[in-house]
């Protein structure tokens, strides 16, 4: 078994592939910067967002529900805001009534709480817009081209490379753990062992991928050395990306830096 | 697969406030700009692809889960380990790497709050880790058990303290109020930085009996880590005091993060509903609560500590 799965890219020739991964980049973090920059309660701007990365969902060719899907995955973090709904100060939009107590759920915390949900929820759809389109490597160009330091680039894409080839090494690690230990396949029994004993178990496990992973490492570092490598990470120069292509990162902008003023002006 | 604690640790886009999110790229980047200078300088050529495969390794090392109670998990987050095994500097990069391919390509944390999710798992988490492990191995004067205890504190540490950090940045947005966000998160995270000691000592345990030249027991500390000691230190401290403090004084908070525009909020806000965490019989609120916090730290120390001895003799007797 390999792990794959874990490569969230769907090959496409959609428009959204097709574009520059630098102006995919620059769009996705200038619309999550939008999302949040919006103020609370901006529902119409919310509205216009979701329109506009779903109209990018929907060229991408990746299908309706695709990201939509996956975003929901994202979610679980709203817990964190769950509380303004108690605490958040102004009027009250409403007493729950749980038994004796009653618990007053305060207008304010709720609109807060939704508009930190819906903002989460719409920046999570542009990331995962942004890795379904986009291949690792040509983020790796992308992330040169936006001049972060090549020797961060360097590592990332090393990692890249060989986070399929080690996660498959964690695989195999569970699945000698699973033949050499008992499981009854119900439920109601408990774990084997003490707490403590299954965690230093997965301690050792841990332990014996970071030796594999340092193994494996002085064998690349001798096969690089073998092909030339210098302790200069080299790469190909950087594709122009097409004018057309520049002129729809600027409109972009452009379009997202209207809707917020309207929205600050009008929505707020 | 998926635990809970991915969740509370890696702060998604849209729960920090704009201005929250992009002040803390600055600490990050110019921690991040250090780290670089100091691991272009410090180690050859050898290092890229160690540092990319271990980043690579980390990552995988988080499938490792195990079986704690009723259907639920701990998996490594393995900041401690890597600043053990890498050192400090060489640790932040590699931990940034990690946190960056989680942010871009699993949405595991979000694109602009990861300045904050940098600070809190790269700048704080190794830092914290750093400064405790060099302290307890300091004083074991080289014997294993400053190894096994230094790793475990180192740990336990870094993990409440980064989950501390990620707490107050919730609350300066306003996004969850401080008098909650606060004790859940370090309540929640003083459960999972056990765990994470206890896979972080039985991997140290695994490479000690493996391949002891990896630990560079007793070698020179890189340039600079005297810096990281201390930073860490100032920021555990730091966030030991300011975490109860804020929690006890949510409004304090508020008002502070209104006023230098974290917040657009519209009144100041009246916390009511939830009980303040405390002590009985002493009057100022925080500081029982700084008590509160200091005897519940004291504690879990002390049952690390146990575990850690009880791992010792039972390792010594043959």
Known sequence: MHVHF??????????????????????????????????????????????????????????????????????????????????APGPRLYLLHLGAISIPLSEAGVVRFLSVSLKSWLSVQAAILLSACTSFPDLLVAMRALRVPRLLVAIIGLMWRYLFVLADEALRLLRAREARSGDSGDPRLKAGGTLTWRARVAGGMAGSLFLRAFERSDRIYAAMVARGYDGEPRSLSVPQAPPVQWALLAAALLLLAALLALALLFWA | ??????????????????????????????????????????LGEREVPMMGVLAAAIFAAQMLNFTVAGGTSGHLIGAALATILLGPWAAILVLTCVIGVQALIFQDGGLLAMGANLFNMAVVGVAVAYAIYRLVSRLAHGQKWGLFVGGFAAAWTSVVVAALAAALELALSGTSPANVAIPAMGGIHMLIGIGEGLITVGALAFLYTARRDLLKLGAPQPAGSRAILVGGLLLALALAVLSPLASTHPDGLMSVAERYGFLSSEQPPLYTLIPHYALPGISNQALSTILAGMIGALLVLIVALAVAYSRRSRQTRP
């Open chain 2, 1 to 42: 697969m998926l635990s809970m604690d991915q969740y509370a640790m890696h702060i998604p886009d849209g729960f920090l406030s704009a201005v929250v999110a992009i002040l803390f790229w600055i600490p990050s980047v110019t921690v991040l700009v250090v780290a670089l200078r100091r691991v272009s300088a410090d």
């Open chain 1, 6 to 87: 874990l490569d969230p890219y769907r090959p496409r020739s959609s428009p959204i592939h097709t574009l520059d991964a630098r102006i995919k980049l620059i769009l996705a973090g200038a619309f999550i910067l939008t999302a949040a920059l919006a103020p609370n309660g901006a529902w119409p701007l919310y509205v216009l967002l979701f329109a506009l990365v779903y109209s990018a969902e929907l060229i991408s060719d990746l299908g309706p529900f695709y990201v939509l899907r996956r975003a929901v995955l994202a979610l679980p973090f709203v817990l964190a805001a769950l509380p303004l709904i108690f605490t």
